[in-house]
């Protein structure tokens, strides 16, 4: 059984990426409103073209913990409103 191009299954679905960022409330707190604005505005650019990540020039440092299990218990916030957790609409 051939396929062809204008095959439904066959053919690349573009995604729609959300235009939140998380980040840990420790983070957002120690950034600058102008670093938040350029992580806020990458995201969103990403999402408005289908993407899923942002672009790696956005990318934040200092946000290592030693272990999975530290990363994870962290309180990520949004970075755009930081009074909502991380899945929060």
């Known amino acids: 059984m ?3 191009i204008n095959n439904p299954f066959m053919q690349k679905t573009k995604g729609g ?9 420790a983070k957002i707190a120690s950034m600058s409103n102008k670093d938040k604005q350029k992580v806020i505005n990458a995201k969103k650019s990403a999402a408005s073209k289908g993407k899923y990540k942002r672009s790696s020039k ?7 913990s030693k272990n999975l299990k530290d990363w994870v218990k962290q309180d990520w916030r949004q970075v755009g409103d930081p009074s909502k957790k991380c899945g929060e609409k």
Do not use: R
């Open 2 to 4: 051939a396929f062809s």
């Open 17 to 25: 990426g959300t235009s939140k960022v998380c980040l840990p409330k």
């Open 58 to 64: 956005s990318n934040v440092t200092g946000t290592a």
